[in-house]
């Protein structure tokens, strides 16, 4: 595992390898355009905010935000009728992530950390019994 730190924690392996296919070059608009990497973090029997906290080092007077994946995932899918190629492709690229995401993680959630600059973690628990998914960065004042 080539681990950076405990809060950017990540995976390198033939397991990550058709994810990071998928996010090569998948961007999260907000008010600042970020990058999707994997995340693969420790053992856990469940998605929690305590659990999330615990792995990425966030500090307990930070606040957490749990979010179903679906509605999340909605808003990033959803075509628009003013939308050119480029967004419907993006559109089809999030639909691609969040079938991949769902097709391989149980419990899957979007725990946002943070109230300007969000840490986004995409989430759920793999095979392995690991916290596993995405992450990105908003900025949303």
Do not use: C, H
Request: aromatic content about 6%; charged content about 30%; cysteine-free.
């Amino acid at each position: 595992m080539t681990k950076k730190n405990k809060k950017n924690s990540t995976v390198t392996s033939p397991k990550t390898q058709p994810l990071a296919r998928l996010l090569n070059g998948l961007i999260y608009v907000s008010e600042t355009d970020a990058e999707i990497v994997p995340f693969t973090g420790e053992k856990a029997t469940e998605v929690t905010s305590d659990e999330i906290r615990r792995q990425s080092g966030t500090p307990a007077d930070v606040a957490i935000e749990t979010v179903d994946a679906a509605p999340f995932f909605e808003r990033l899918t959803q075509i628009k009728d003013w939308f050119g190629d480029a967004e419907k492709k993006r559109a089809g690229r999030f639909a691609d992530l969040q079938d991949e995401l769902a097709a391989n993680l149980n419990d899957l959630k979007v725990l946002r950390i943070g109230k300007i600059r969000v840490d986004i973690y995409i989430v759920g628990i793999d095979k392995d019994g690991r916290l596993a998914g995405v992450r990105t960065k908003a900025v949303e004042t």
